[in-house]
């Protein structure tokens, strides 16, 4: 299925929007910045807290993670890639292969340094096909 969505991983929230093509409508959810080590045994996740697996590593995405952005002014850091991958698999089909378009958010300056936007690109979407396993809830 063809999927539109943008994501802009702040310091703080990351915020998504989903354009839905059948009925026209966008639909806008946040969750915060924030990535720790994560277990898919964790049976006690906080609202707001999912549990991602990327390349071999799991991880806590959300409200219930530990580690925060940092306050500079690139996104070309694991948290932004993790957090932008995760807001992207959280809009797609389970058993069928989709195809995403996909803004997102840079900054300005980055964004006018043609290297630095390309760089970026491909730092934060790699090439490829991209398998994600994620869990919302405590089942």
């Known amino acids: 299925m063809e999927r539109f969505i943008t ?3 702040g310091k703080s929230a990351a915020k998504v929007g ?3 093509q059948s009925s026209n ?12 080590k994560g277990n898919f045994a964790d049976d006690a996740l906080e609202t707001n807290t999912f549990i991602m697996e990327y390349n071999g590593n799991v991880y806590k995405i959300g409200r219930g993670a530990t580690r925060e952005a940092e ?3 690139s996104k ?7 957090c932008t991958l995760y ?36 730092y934060i979407l790699p090439d490829g096909d ?8 405590n089942e």
């Open 18 to 20: 989903v354009w839905d």
């Open 87 to 122: 807001a992207i698999a959280s809009i797609c089909s389970e058993n069928e292969i989709d195809e995403v378009h996909a803004g997102i958010g840079i900054p300005v300056k980055d964004f006018e340094d043609v290297d630095k936007r390309n760089d970026y690109k491909e």
């Open 71 to 73: 306050t500079v002014t």
């Open 7 to 9: 994501i802009d991983s």
């Open 25 to 36: 409508t966008i639909t806008e959810t946040k969750f915060m910045t924030k990535v720790s």
């Open 76 to 82: 070309k850091t694991e948290i932004h890639q993790l």
């Open 130 to 137: 991209i398998t994600i396993s994620y869990k919302t809830d």
